[in-house]
């Protein structure tokens, strides 16, 4: 397993929820959502899940992305909640508590 090195919370989620308070992760599926978790992947795996020129998954270490290789397919990348929404539904929007995995 790969250490992710979590970096500060982007501004633009940080605004997402000033202005949004959103309270179910279902939230980012309403269709003036769904530029958010795309946002969120790409600057997880610029920012936190880089080695070198290419972003890996934490869980089975295989390559997410390159700079010659855009973010793997939408169905393949997941955000991931370390702490399960179901049991501390207080973190579903904490970015501190997920991340990039590869989902197959």
């Known amino acids: 397993m790969l250490k ?15 202005k949004k308070n ?6 980012l599926n309403k269709p003036e959502n769904l530029h958010i ?8 795996l610029k920012n936190e899940q880089k ?10 270490e295989m390559i997410l ?4 290789n855009d973010l793997k397919e939408d169905k393949e990348c997941h955000i991931e909640h370390i702490k399960p929404k179901s049991k501390f539904s207080n973190l579903t929007f904490d970015y501190r ?8």
């Not at 070198?52 to 869980?59: A, I, L, Q, R």
């Open 37 to 44: 978790k795309p946002e969120l992947k790409s600057y997880m």
């Open 65 to 68: 992305s390159s700079e010659n």
């Open 97 to 104: 508590n997920f991340f990039n995995i590869l989902f197959r």
């Open 22 to 27: 959103p309270k179910h992760w279902d939230v």
């Open 4 to 18: 992710v090195d979590k970096k500060d919370e982007p501004e633009f989620f940080s605004e997402f929820k000033r």
């Open 51 to 60: 080695i070198g020129d290419k972003s890996y998954c934490p869980y089975c």
